[in-house]
């Protein structure tokens, strides 16, 4: 349930909320909580994605080999659990966090 994107940040310390380099100004401002920014983003960059894959394979059906076409259903279907344990991880840390 905690598999995640490669390219995604790690999500393995849920009690540290200043140890984000990588957030911007922008993002901080957003809200108080730098965590809880980058989680809500990263949420939304998993379902953006599920959604393109999801797009692909709409796009893909009866014009593809079958092999293909469930290479992309494999796809999608990770792509999806991915943007549901983020979505997870999410209401885990505003639930522990308060925040
Ligand atoms: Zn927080």
């Known amino acids: 349930m905690t598999h ?10 849920n009690s540290v909320c200043s140890a984000r380099g ?11 909580c730098e965590e809880k ?4 983003r990263f949420y939304f ?4 994605h599920y959604a393109t894959t999801v797009d692909d394979l709409v796009k893909a059906r009866g014009r593809t080999s079958k092999k293909e076409y469930q290479s992309l259903v494999a796809r999608s279907e990770k792509a999806r659990i991915d943007s549901e344990a983020a979505r997870l991880e999410l209401e885990r840390h505003t639930q522990e966090h308060g925040c």
Do not use: K
């Open 45 to 48: 960059n998993a379902v953006t």
């Open 22 to 32: 990588h957030i911007s100004q922008i993002d901080a401002q957003v809200g108080g």
């Open 4 to 13: 995640l994107a490669p390219n995604g940040p790690r999500l393995t310390n």
């Open 37 to 40: 920014n980058w989680r809500v």
